[in-house]
T-cell receptor, first 113, second 114 residues
Framework: DTGVSQDPRHKITKRGQNVTFRCDPI?????LYWYRQTLGQGPEFLTY????????KSRLLSDRFSAERPKGSFSTLEIQRTEQGDSAMYLC???????????FGPGTRLTVL | AQSVTQLGSHVSVSEGALVLLRCNYS??????LFWYVQYPNQGLQLLLK??????LVKGINGFEAEFKKSETSFHLTKPSAHMSDAAEYFC????????????FGAGTRLAVHP
């Protein structure tokens, strides 16, 4: 059973650059979530997909952020014109439709210089 | 709206001592409640969950938690701490009937000393 995978694991970028992260959920999981975790805090919800449909977005997700799940399998999270405040761990989680348990990936740590 | 408060950002216990991590929640509807653990340089892992069945929930690695509606609490306990229990622990709430997005507490870092 392969778990949730995320790529890259680490990303260092300069302010103003665009970055894209990828999440591959567990294969039979049709629900997918993105969260953001800053130092010393618990993760905060960003967005939710049911299959390919993005059904909920947090107010944390400014218009510089966009997420997709084009075929209901993997998902991407893009941040345009990065700011230092975007530095955080970005976590992806997935679950089956008949379960409450979300399985988390290892995260992508973003550092904006 | 739902929220979670974890009392104590850092807890330190001796190996073999009782572990008690406190969590209080706020929810306008019956919640689902979880405890997740995050070991250093590892992803979040589910310890246990409450989904309206038994109020005393047993999880992995000897942990358990009791749902007390009257106190809006979901404290995590383990009778005897082990060095390998050192980690960050998150109390989490989600809402039944919604999209089950998770709302995390700020976390409690557990240190276990010999």
């Amino acid at each position: 059973d392969t778990g949730v995978s995320q790529d890259p694991r680490h990303k260092i970028t300069k302010r103003g650059q665009n970055v894209t992260f990828r999440c591959d959920p567990i294969s039979e999981h049709n629900r997918l979530y993105w969260y953001r975790q800053t130092l010393g805090q618990g993760p905060e919800f960003l967005t939710y997909f049911q299959n390919e449909a993005q059904l909920e977005k947090s107010r944390l997700l400014s218009d510089r952020f966009s997420a997709e799940r084009p075929k209901g399998s993997f998902s991407t999270l893009e941040i345009q014109r990065t700011e230092q405040g975007d530095s955080a761990m970005y976590l992806c989680a997935s679950r089956r439709s008949d379960s409450t348990e979300q399985f988390f990936g290892p995260g992508t740590r973003l550092t904006v210089l | 709206a739902q929220s979670v408060t974890q009392l104590g950002s850092h807890v330190s216990v001796s190996e073999g001592a009782l572990v008690l991590l406190r969590c209080n929640y706020s929810s306008s509807v019956p919640p689902y409640l979880f405890w997740y653990v995050q070991y250093p340089n590892q992803g979040l892992q589910l310890l246990l969950k409450y989904t309206s069945a038994a109020t005393l929930v047993k999880g992995i690695n000897g942990f358990e938690a009791e749902f007390k509606k009257s106190e809006t609490s979901f404290h995590l306990t383990k009778p005897s701490a082990h060095m390998s229990d050192a980690a960050e622990y998150f109390c989490v709430v989600s809402v039944k009937g919604g999209y089950n997005k998770l709302i995390f507490g700020a976390g409690t870092r557990l240190a276990v000393h010999p």
